[in-house]
DNA sequence: AAAGCAATCCCCGAAAACACGTGTTTTTCA
DNA sequence: TGAAAAACACGTGTTTTCGGGGATTGCTTT
């Protein structure tokens, strides 16, 4: 293994994307498909003791938060650069994601040419993006991502089960005072004005 | 084409996806990969003209809803049969398949010998159900999709977008009082207790 | 030690949501 | 085609939210 050949793995828990990408990388120039892998865990462990040069990473994975994986890889190995793969082009998602270290991104959908050109991108240390996902990116300057508490996660989770703020107060034992503050701050901070868009703004960003 | 090949195509606007498909499904006695889409729309030409037996159909692609167009390969030519691969496991789009006229549907962490078996299944006039869809279907039996009408559905959408009542009303041209009824109904048809269940509920059946 | 923030609790008035009732059009289909 | 079912419409009370103010405690960060 000691040439200069990129060491690529792939991570996602479809077999059937695994094969497409082992498909797409092979006979690119410099770059070795080294394994794949359905199981995040396992890819972990494979990180800790190979030499991986670039992880192909999928966010949606049943057990394992995509988002803490690449948190965790680049924990465990800073050179290493995550690229991302999903089929979610939600500005807040692909935030998170190079929030956590993710040197690129991109969509399931992406042709062969934007996977190479992602990985030729990330190598050189620049950002891999697909076109979709540098669209989506630089329409969105601002960070409006709320920011919100412990506690405010908890309130909006009993909201989201419909219940009102007196059950709410009784189910985490507190006033009903303090979970209409809460109310309140979450209203504010996602910038809406009922419970009802909350609830939807909430959802699509996955914060529930 | 006069033999007794199964003709197969695939329709999925992930190329890694269709690589893989197409990597999966080679090498199988009895089954011919004919053609492979990333577009619904040239996909069900293609399905008016060729003979096809299996159309492996994802549910999520941008611009053509995944049931729509199984309903329409299903009217086009009646013995094609559908099966649909896509990552949702809820048991309620899995059932709108299946009404929609699906004979199967793979989970698309499906490995190849599920997916071999689903083939084998609906060429035999059976279900084509992977492992895991086939335990959720059988889990529930009673079907609690809520049916809604057209107002109720255009009230469900304002409601999500933090419209008051009184602002639907003025929306939709009926009084807010009129608005509350379909709430009420909402709320009813959904088995919850205010807005905030409702839009949760009603986002992860896919109604917003 | 002081500033900053999260979390808790409090009040109050206006507005909205919710529960229950009822009548009138469309659709459906036997 | 004519009855039954469903969709749509409006009205009256009661409960809950929402927005605007607060205040206190405790923990971190500087």
């Not at 006979?27 to 199981?39: C, K, M, N, Q, S």
């Not at 680049?74 to 190079?98: G, T």
């Not at 993006?129 to 960070?143: A, H, P, Q």
Request: proline share 3%; aromatic share 4%; charged share 20%.
């Amino acid at each position: 293994m000691e040439d200069n050949m990129l060491n690529v793995i792939v991570i996602d828990d479809h077999p059937v994307v695994l094969q497409g990408f082992s498909f797409m990388l092979q006979d690119i120039p410099g770059v070795r498909l080294a394994e794949t892998f359905t199981d995040a865990i396992a890819a972990l462990d494979y990180v800790a003791r190979e030499m991986v040069d670039i992880v192909l990473l999928d966010i949606n994975m049943p057990g394992k938060n995509g988002i803490d994986a690449c948190s965790e890889i680049h924990q465990l190995h800073p050179a290493c650069k995550v690229i991302a793969i999903s089929n979610i082009n939600e500005h807040s998602i692909i935030q998170r994601m190079l929030q956590a270290g993710a040197s690129g991104y991109l969509l399931k959908n992406a042709a062969r040419d934007e996977v190479v050109g992602a990985i030729r991108q990330v190598v050189s240390g620049g950002l891999g993006l697909s076109n979709n996902v540098r669209e989506i990116i630089e329409s969105v300057k601002s960070g409006d991502l709320p920011v919100i508490t412990r506690r405010e996660k908890e309130v909006l989770h009993w909201l989201a089960k419909g219940l009102s703020s007196t059950e709410i107060g009784e189910k985490i034992f507190i006033s009903p005072l303090t979970v209409e503050s809460h109310r309140r701050n979450l209203l504010q901070k996602f910038k809406v004005t009922n419970v009802a868009a909350l609830i939807h703004n909430a959802m699509e960003m996955k914060y529930i």
